[in-house]
């Protein structure tokens, strides 16, 4: 079975530009999560969606980041516009749950997107 | 909100030896507790779980017991392998978050 898949693996960009991570979630899996990990600052979660509605986004660190469900079966993540410290490893991770229980459900992770911006 | 508190630093130590990782947790109620693994390269992988108190989470030798008087989910393993190296999370869920630890790195060499 195909697990989560993100894309690109792997982005190098210029401070200033729009980024934009993708990620298609386990075909029926409802919630997914975007994580972003940093060796100062260890794995964060910026949003998640439940049904394709956000539930949480408190994570997200300021207006340039933004996050959109259109579907069930693909996720967006976009910096706009990118900067140094926005350099990192971002995940995405789906489950199964409804919107109660989903933090109590195992979480199935992608490889990644390790996104570095010049 | 929850936290979690792992050991600090890397652990090195030779093939077949005894791994202990240390993980004490804060979270209101009854967390569900997990541990997932991180092979390089590689996003997070869950290792096992466990959803209340004196339950044994156990997956690939790993094991961890659900300490509720202590708060802790400490992760072991008898005899570890090269193919264990990997960075470890602890994880507490409550509170509607997934709470991960910093994580400890493990080299197992041969």
């Known amino acids: 079975d195909a697990g989560v898949i993100q894309s690109p693996r792997h982005e190098v960009t210029e401070m200033g530009q729009e980024v934009t991570l993708r990620c298609k979630p386990i075909?029926?899996?409802?919630?997914l999560f975007w994580y972003r990990q940093t060796m100062m600052r260890g794995l964060e979660l910026l949003i998640y969606f439940n049904n394709n509605v956000p539930i949480d986004d408190s994570g997200m660190p300021e207006d340039r980041f933004s996050a959109k469900m259109p579907n069930a079966s693909f996720s967006t993540l976009k910096i706009q516009p990118s900067e140094p410290r926005d350099s990192a490893v971002y995940f995405c991770?789906?489950?199964?749950?409804?919107?109660?229980?989903?933090?109590?459900?195992?979480?199935?992770f992608g490889d990644g997107t390790r996104l570095s911006i010049l | 909100g929850n936290s979690v508190t792992q050991m600090e630093g890397p652990v090195t130590l030779s093939e077949e030896a005894f791994l202990t990782i240390n993980c004490t947790y804060t979270?209101?109620?009854?967390?569900?507790l997990f541990w997932y693994v991180q092979y390089p390269g590689e996003g997070l992988q869950l290792l096992l779980k466990?959803?209340?108190?004196?339950d044994k989470g156990s997956n690939k030798g790993f094991e961890a017991t659900y300490r509720k008087e202590t708060t802790s989910f400490h992760l072991e393993k008898g005899s570890v392998q090269v193919s264990d190296s990997a960075v470890y999370f602890c994880?507490?869920?409550?509170?509607?978050?997934?709470?991960f630890g910093k994580g400890n790195q493990v080299v197992v060499i041969p």
């Open positions: 991770a789906s489950s199964l749950g409804d919107r109660a229980s989903i933090i109590h459900q195992p979480q199935h």
């Open positions: 075909s029926g899996h409802n919630s």
């Open positions: 994880a507490p869920a409550g509170n509607n978050r997934l709470a």
């Open positions: 979270a209101t109620g009854y967390p569900s």
């Open positions: 466990a959803t209340k108190a004196d």
